[in-house]
């Protein structure tokens, strides 16, 4: 069954094209060790809620931008052994010291595919 990580970070809007950069090399390391799609979306209707919304969740600042990103890999197995070549790749070390956006404030998490109708 698939198996997906999901993302969601705040960048300065002005370092939308230093992102995108950022975003489209770490795409090829994901899709070497496995990952079968990435997908990288700039927030453009990212409405504020009543309780919670996605500006909260990633404490965003004004000037700042919501990104919600996925990256799908066949399934849990391949996603596990990815993240690990990825974390111990100097590649990929080298991009976390200069990414164009907070990475604390970045939230994630992996999930087991439900409903694909696609």
């Known amino acids: 069954m698939a198996y997906v990580d999901g993302f969601v970070v705040a960048v300065p809007a002005a370092k939308k094209e230093a992102y995108r950069k950022h975003a489209a090399e770490a795409a090829l390391l994901f899709k070497a060790f496995g990952a079968t799609r990435i ?65 604390q404030r970045m939230i994630f998490g992996g999930f087991a595919v439900l409903v694909d109708q696609g």
């Open 39 to 103: 997908v990288e979306a700039w927030g453009d209707d990212v409405p504020a809620g009543k309780v919670t919304d996605f500006q909260r969740a990633v404490q965003a600042k004004d000037g700042e931008v919501v990104v919600f990103s996925w990256i799908e890999y066949p399934d849990k197995t391949v996603r596990d052994a990815a993240m690990q070549k990825m974390m111990n790749d100097p590649r990929m070390q080298a991009m976390g010291a200069e990414m164009p956006f907070d990475g």
